[in-house]
């Protein structure tokens, strides 16, 4: 920077001053500066910056993976939304379904290398994350939990429940009432909200929940896991007239399987899943599921997360709670 100084024949703080936009200073003094940046082909190193004023315009996103398209598909619409909103960069994180990973990325191990985390809960309950010291601007991409009133985390809220009450309930007007669902192994955690919908929209329409009717897997991250799970319902013998999916992941890997069974959907069987993954428009009927409205959740999540970072002390406002909302993509895997 002093090189860049002496050739423009104005002080270092002049342009420190020009190259981030601070301070005034003439447009003859900004030509000079960017003349001389150009010829000697400087660069700025944001992390030496970072360093002098604790800023990096990075920002961290917490993903359990990127394999699952949900997550891939997410993270390419926050890297967008925090393109747009300042020019922010965006650091990738896969936790890899560890708890100790999540742990690591929400401590002050991961603060020096950004200036704020948006983090898509999995392997931690809302009770352990909320118990973690809040150590830089964070946005939770999960309902907000009663508990974290009072906590300075802010929330995007996906709609797990009222997403999948919609779908169970788009399956009942086809006059489906065996409708079968695969849901994640044991149901923990922010999960549950999807078989709680389920029930819900089952309950709504006097139909009597059935436990044999529910198989769930140890990871609805994988295609294998729907096939394996629809395998296995067929193999008890039970009768359903429909099935709803955790996931589009699940609900195509299930597709493939009812494919091979010889039971057409959705003539026999209708099927409706959940994410709106881009595969789910391609299938073979195309997949009825729905749409928690990803760009909505990316452009929140930056949103609540560049405001705090803005602020002297990020502490200064209350938690904050958004919804996305979401919309049910009707297709014809429910509807002949």
């Given amino acids: 920077m002093r090189t860049v100084a002496r050739m423009a024949g104005v002080s270092a703080k002049t342009v420190s001053n020009v190259i981030n936009g601070t301070g005034s200073f003439s447009p003859e003094t900004e030509h000079r500066v960017r003349a001389a940046v150009e010829e000697l082909g400087y660069q700025i190193n944001p ?16 993903l359990p993976n990127v394999h699952q398209p949900f997550n891939a598909e997410l993270a390419e619409q926050v890297i967008r939304a925090a393109s747009e909103t300042g020019g922010l960069k965006v650091v990738v994180e896969t936790t890899r379904g560890s708890a100790d990973r999540e742990r690591t990325a929400l401590s002050t191990s991961y603060q020096e290398l950004v200036d704020g985390i948006i983090y898509l809960p999995h392997a931690l309950t809302p009770e352990e994350y909320l118990s973690l010291p809040v150590t830089q601007p964070t946005v939770v991409l999960r309902e907000r939990a009663a508990d974290a009133a009072g906590r300075i985390l802010d929330h995007v809220e996906i709609s797990e429940e009222q997403g999948a009450h919609a779908a169970v309930a788009h399956l009942l007007t086809q006059g489906r009432r065996r409708i079968a669902a695969i849901c994640q192994q044991g149901e923990p955690r922010a999960n549950s909200r999807r078989l709680h919908g389920y029930r819900r929209a089952l309950a709504e329409s006097g139909v009597a929940y059935d436990d044999s009717l529910v198989i769930g897997v140890a990871d609805p991250d994988l295609w294998s896991s729907g096939a394996g799970a629809v395998t296995r319902l067929l193999r008890t013998r039970v009768r359903f ?11 195509i890997g299930a597709l493939s399987v009812l494919e091979r069974s010889g039971l057409a959907v959705p003539d026999e069987v209708a099927l409706a899943g959940f994410d709106n993954i881009e595969a789910s428009r391609f299938t073979s009927p195309p997949l009825t599921t729905v749409d928690p409205q990803r760009e909505s959740i990316a452009r929140l999540a930056v949103e609540l997360l560049r405001s705090r970072m803005d602020l002297p002390d990020f502490r200064e406002l209350p938690g904050r709670s958004e919804s996305a909302g979401f919309t049910l993509r009707v297709r014809g895997s429910s509807t002949p």
């Fill in 47 to 62: 992390f030496a910056r970072g360093l002098r004023s604790r800023r990096t315009g990075t920002i961290g996103l917490v």
């Fill in 241 to 251: 007239d429909a099935l709803f999916c955790h996931n589009d992941v699940v609900a």
